[in-house]
């Protein structure tokens, strides 16, 4: 199984936990859970690349795909989550 492969997996995985911590909280924790893993993921797939580029000495022009391969799978799912899960915009009515 390749690298990519794996760092997405993981990606799965760690949304799947935020998700999961969030949902304790109800909808507002799972909207907020899903934009947390948008920033986090964000944050390791970055730090991914710094050890390609820093590590392994690849370009950082030869790194970027792969950041956006591994960020863009977990970070749509995240994304839709994170749009089902929006407060509403209503406002209660008063029912006096």
């Known amino acids: ?15 799947g936990l935020f998700l ?11 909207h907020r859970a899903a934009e947390d893993f948008l920033l986090v993921w964000l944050a390791l797939v970055i730090g991914n690349m710094a050890v390609g580029v820093i590590d392994e000495g690849y ?3 030869e790194e970027i795909p792969f950041l956006l391969i591994n960020f863009i799978p ?3 799912v995240a ?9 509403s915009l209503r406002q209660p009515q008063n029912r006096s």
């Open 74 to 76: 977990p970070g749509i």
């Open 1 to 15: 199984m390749s690298r990519t492969t794996i760092i997405i997996i993981i990606g799965f995985v760690l949304l």
């Open 59 to 61: 370009g950082v022009a």
């Open 79 to 87: 994304a839709v989550a994170w749009f089902r899960t929006r407060p």
């Open 20 to 30: 999961l911590c969030g949902s304790l909280f109800g909808r507002r924790g799972m």
